[in-house]
Nanobody
Framework: QVQLVESGGGLVQPGGALRLSCAAS???????????GEWYRQAPGKQRELVAR????????FYADSVKGRFTISTDNNMETVYIQMNSLKPEDSAVYYC???????WGRGTQVTVPA
């Protein structure tokens, strides 16, 4: 059974930065190498939205327009952890951030990011 565990959320002032991490465990393969790693977020009353994706085998990334130039997704050398560096944070970035292995049912439980107005 694969487990994805996020960490790094918290309260940060506008303009600040946070780095979220998502560690995969439970199986003996590099989860994010095989499937690709994604970060989603969900704010109260809104649908869950894709924020960023990294497809390691293709070395390609995707970013939602709202975060382009501010967020950077990456993985570690073992491809078992995916990160998202979030800079120049805005109040509208406040949400629960979820890690996901692309094209699977593997989701983390989420970590709260709060940027007060």
């Amino acid at each position: 059974q694969v487990q994805l565990v996020e960490s790094g959320g918290g309260l940060v002032q506008p303009g600040g930065a946070l780095r979220l991490s998502c560690a995969a465990s439970g199986i003996s393969l590099a989860v994010f190498s095989r499937y690709g790693g994604e970060w989603y977020r969900q704010a109260p009353g809104k649908q869950r939205e894709l924020v960023a994706r990294i497809q390691w085998s293709e070395t390609t990334t995707f970013y939602a327009d709202s975060v382009k130039g501010r967020f950077t997704i990456s993985t570690d050398n073992n491809m078992e952890t995916v990160y998202i560096q979030m800079n120049s944070l805005k109040p509208e970035d406040s949400a629960v951030y979820y890690c996901h292995a692309r094209d699977t049912n593997w989701w983390g439980r989420g970590t709260q990011v709060t940027v007060p107005a």
